[in-house]
């Protein structure tokens, strides 16, 4: 019973950004909403004279065949010595046993495509149906794939881009030009994307917000995916307030590290403000957009489910091609 | 820099229970004791309806190249279908990057390799330079390479076993007598193997005490491994007061977790007994065995720190004979 041993170049080939992967992710989120998932806290260890971190997720999820245990490494020295800064992978157990089924040597890709893709599910359910033109702050990895995971859920005609170096925001918008053939324009400031667009996603590690309230129009939807930690904001508080409705991936954990955070400490909102989770939207126990003229916002701080559900997918998809590792005899 | 991906035959042939294994595990026990470990708490998943948890443990330990996660299920419903309950794995993680060195697919045998080798280092220092006779309640792994493991420290001559169940016992002291080519003997309870040996190890999942104050005499060691958990219990509270010295792996899970726990609750010890990690022996900063008269105990729960220790001592004897991991092409 060796387990199975996928190449990051496996995973790749055989998950993407298509409805098949975010459905998955809904299935998750429908779960989590329904009380069907075990979730533990995240272990975090902190290495600060490595300027290091790593985080550990993982989530049960009832009638998943298996489940995901995610590490993730963060040490910011790296790129100092020509090293990427981040490292991880993946361990599925089985559901029935807790047997290694699989050890997912991705570098991190399924973690850029389930949180990509629940920007997906959150325009789903909540863009307007005719939203055409789709805006993103900021210029790494995730303005790119969130912007593509969009595709098949809405008619999207134009992007907008903006980040604060404008270099890195005309490549930004040149590749996702190549990767999707859509039209793209930066623009000189983030409240004229803010302004002019259907859709906008945050995708910054911003320490101070970047979107005002006063920049918000009738029928614009955000996916605010940047803030994942105590100190990341991206919104200032009262576009909350604004808000007609306040969406999010986890209550627990937004209240801890997401955008809601911040306006619950600014005491902007009360401590019992109504937080939706997406997955009481999928399953029908609450509405999503219920009109055009909505504001509606998704505060997105990446779960463990969704870490389980893209394992689960990829492993799938392999399952049966695969040979077990071999011992390389060594020793 | 694809990981290295080492297989439980390599794993064995590359580690075993010798002095230098054993020297790797001091380490981590003496930069335990000296501040020199960051090592957060366990990260715990239950999964009630499958009778089934999840342990995750983790220690970053300064000076060590790599630092371990080590992930171990336990899904006790398994034997009804054939399977062992037991899996799990561990990463290895560069100490200077975070990225993924290699992935030890070990099927806990470095855990049992841990786990002699602290109640080896317990011995070494605790123990009676002169002990003859080991005397170890319970029959199972832990039973049989305990005693194995004291071999390098201590010339053992005989062996007493005890176990419930008395078929268990005798092929345990056969399987010892096989393996080390020491004479054997079962004895009928557990009283008799302890006033009847110099070193006693305790190894079983009692959750009602086993060893009484009564039976303790001049000169003995006893190491208590078997307790990791809140509900198991090997030694009466008073075998703690009786003691004059007691040691333990880690003075936080001792309380949490190991025979002190049983000890305090009872309010038989007072929350400021003195703890001495069996670090601060091995550093010197604290004295171990005094005089042939002392009665010492060592408190074992199992520690990240441990892990650690192993997986880079293990690793580091396979290193440079591996090759990297091939993507094996499917997809």
Redesign the interface.
Known sequence: M??A?L?E??LR??AGLDIAALEVIERGFAALADGQV?M??V?????P??N???D?K?A?I?GFPS?A?K?S???FD?PK?G?PS????M?L?N??????EA?L?DNGYLTDLRTALAGAVAAKYLARKNARVAGVLGTGMQARLQIEALMPVRDIKTVLVWGRNPEHAKSCARAIAEKTGLKTQTRRNAEDVVRNCDILVTTTPAQEPLVKADWLHEGLHVTAMGSDAEDKNELEPNVLLRADRYVCDSAAQVKRLGELHHALKAGILRNDYPVTEIGKIITGAEPGRENDAEITICDLTGTGVQDTAIAVYAFG??HG???P?A??G??
């Open positions: 060796t387990p041993l190449t170049e496996e080939a055989a075990i533990p806290p272990l975090r260890l902190d290495v004279e490595k290091g971190e790593m550990v993982t049960y009832r489940f245990l590490v490494c963060g040490f790296n010595k090293l981040l490292g991880g992978l361990t157990l559901a029935e046993t807790g047997h290694v050890v040597l998809k392999l091609m695969k040979k590792a011992a390389t060594a020793g």
